[in-house]
T-cell receptor, first 112, second 113 residues
């Protein structure tokens, strides 16, 4: 009965590869997010989707592409992975018009 | 855009003592201020929040205060316990808009038994 679930929890891959992280929420929320947490624990918004529509796209390389097949899912695809992409990526969701966010457990991405 | 500053970056207290973490924000339009607790290997978890129409909110050992004029808000944890040890994040946003949470850089709280 996990509210926001991400897969995989750990992802180790080589530079130049393409990888995806999946996120699903069963809270009935309209808005979903991707956050990146760097090695210093700093949390920064990457993308925000409201009802499958992209709302926020912060300064993120276009190698990162979010995809929302329906309002319960928001996947993150990353092309041509670089060493600097190593971080923990968190998916989150919130009800419409409310920014109270519920976070998933995170995906630790390590690029070698 | 919004900028949130959080202090201190690390805080060590003895079990039973109180802990206070302070944040300031820059955008006077921000009206929603949550606090998150992140334990090792887990995602941030909302522990308490406050909206700009109130100055203080309390939930058992945790309280948050907000000073809109000075644009700062604080988290107070009383009677700390070892299980309170974690990284705490403050955040600010405009609730009801299509804005998003802007986080402070976090405070690592260590409670020593």
């Amino acid at each position: 009965d996990t509210a926001v679930s991400q897969t995989p929890k750990y992802l180790v891959t080589q530079m130049g590869n393409d990888k995806s992280i999946k996120c699903e929420q069963n809270l009935g929320h309209d808005t979903m997010y991707w956050y990146k947490q760097d090695s210093k624990k700093f949390l920064k918004i990457m993308f925000s989707y409201n009802n499958k529509e992209l709302i926020i796209n912060e300064t993120v390389p276009n190698r990162f592409s979010p995809k929302s097949p329906d309002k319960a899912h928001l996947n993150l695809h990353i092309n041509s992975l670089e060493l600097g992409d190593s971080a923990v990526y968190f998916c989150a969701s919130s009800p419409r018009g409310v920014t109270e966010a519920f976070f998933g457990q995170g995906t630790r991405l390590t690029v070698v | 855009g919004e900028n949130v500053e959080q202090h201190p970056s690390t805080l060590s207290v003895q079990e039973g003592d109180s802990a206070v973490i302070k944040c300031t924000y820059s955008d006077s339009a921000s009206n929603y201020f949550p606090w998150y607790k992140q334990e090792l290997g887990k995602g941030p978890q909302l522990i308490i929040d406050i909206r700009s129409n109130v100055g203080e909110k309390k939930d058992q050992r945790i309280a948050v205060t907000l000073n809109k004029t000075a644009k700062h808000f604080s988290l107070h944890i009383t009677e700390t316990q070892p299980e309170d040890s974690a990284v705490y994040f403050c955040a600010a946003s405009q609730e009801g808009s299509q804005g998003n949470l802007i986080f402070g850089k976090g405070t690592k709280l260590s409670v020593k038994p």
